[in-house]
């Protein structure tokens, strides 16, 4: 990664730092405080609805993006390991008494150890077949989460409140805190991981994983570690989802979900860490304004209300097709562009 123009790295432990200058450490300290500080004390309830469900998306799409954008392992399923998550912490706070504290951790792992099994086709297929094989693991998964009496059915499961001593997290400014902390840990996790031996091996196998096998990298380790991984996120995600709404139910992990997942990677740029972050951030900013937009007009024209209801998916659809034509690397390539113009400054010739 360039340095800004007249700084240099002196040591070993100074150049792979991920943070590395003083005004890098001033930004990332007080961005940390500013979203912990002013969105609980100035955000209403609906906003913090809002950043409590794009904080856990992002989280989701940062676990699809080590499977998808650095392994190069195409997922249609990842709701449905969400729902795993879900479930689990779900049954382990309300029908095992477990805090949730506990529960999280355990619906990560648990949706890790799930993404192992239909991560084995992996190893035999890929591209197409890869995706037709995640597919079916949505549908089988939550073929047998709606027909298994322990889940609820249809009707869902209770996912009781998290409690820390007497305080309960059971508003959308409590909550918050949770959401928050867990996507700054998942952050850090991340970047740590892409920067380890299993991360350049996931980027190995993405870019050409004969050429990897050639070069000694272990295609079957390398390719279930990302699956769980991958899903690994997908669990924490579903738990907090779980206990964000109060109630772990199917229509929460859909199929379609599972293609908004890689559109939020497909704008935001794949193989980045950033690009969750931006991608999130863009559509569901977007289609938020766009319910607003329609909450209006149909408060003055009642009958439009029918008509204009579903343009969410119609511009979900516009905006996937407008980046794959125009910034087919997404938001992230356009901020990689931007950071090396400022880190060059004055001689950004």
């Not at 989802?241 to 139910?249: K, L």
């Not at 969410?312 to 901020?335: C, D, N, Q, Y």
């Not at 880190?343 to 950004?348: I, M, N, Q, T």
Request: hydrophobic content about 55%; charged content about 10%; aromatic content about 14%.
């Amino acid at each position: 990664m360039g340095l800004p123009s007249g700084v240099l790295s002196e040591s070993y432990q100074q150049d792979k730092a991920i943070t590395r200058t003083g005004v890098q450490w001033f930004l990332l300290v007080g961005g940390i405080i500013f979203f912990y500080v002013v969105p609980p004390l100035f955000l209403d309830e609906y906003w913090l609805s809002v950043a409590n469900r794009l904080w856990i998306t992002i989280i989701a799409a940062m676990g699809l993006n080590l499977l998808t954008g650095y392994a190069g392992q195409i997922s249609l399923g990842h709701t449905a390991f969400m729902a795993v998550g879900a479930y689990t912490s779900a049954m382990l706070t309300t029908l095992a008494g477990f805090p949730f504290w506990a529960a999280l951790p355990c619906a990560g792992i648990s949706a890790g150890v799930i993404g192992l099994v239909f991560g084995l086709p992996s190893l035999r297929v890929k591209g197409l077949y890869l995706i037709l094989a995640t597919l079916a693991a949505q549908f089988i998964i939550m073929y047998w989460i709606t027909h298994v009496n322990i889940t609820g059915g249809a009707q869902g499961l209770p996912a009781a409140c998290p409690m820390l001593g007497d305080i309960a997290f059971n508003t959308q400014r409590t909550f918050y805190l949770i959401t928050l902390g867990v996507l700054l840990l998942c952050t850090y996790l991340a970047v740590n991981i892409v920067r380890s031996k299993p991360g350049r091996a996931f980027v190995a196998i993405r870019d050409n994983d004969l050429a990897a096998e050639v070069m000694g990298i272990s295609l079957y380790r390398y390719k279930l570690m990302a699956f769980f991984v991958g899903c690994f996120y997908a669990g924490l995600a579903g738990s907090l989802t779980a206990h964000w709404m109060g109630r772990a139910i199917p229509e929460a992990f859909t199929p379609i979900g599972s293609l908004w997942y890689l559109g939020y990677l497909i704008v935001g740029g794949m193989g980045s860490i950033v690009g969750p972050f931006l991608g999130t951030a863009f559509l569901l900013l977007s289609v938020e304004g766009l319910s607003l937009g329609v909450e209006g007009a149909g408060a003055a024209y009642p009958e439009l209300i029918a008509k204009i209801g579903p343009l969410s998916t119609l511009v979900f659809g516009i905006i996937i097709a407008l980046f794959l034509m125009f910034e087919p690397r997404g938001l992230a390539h356009r901020w990689q562009i931007i950071k090396s113009y400022y880190r060059l400054w004055p001689f950004a010739y």
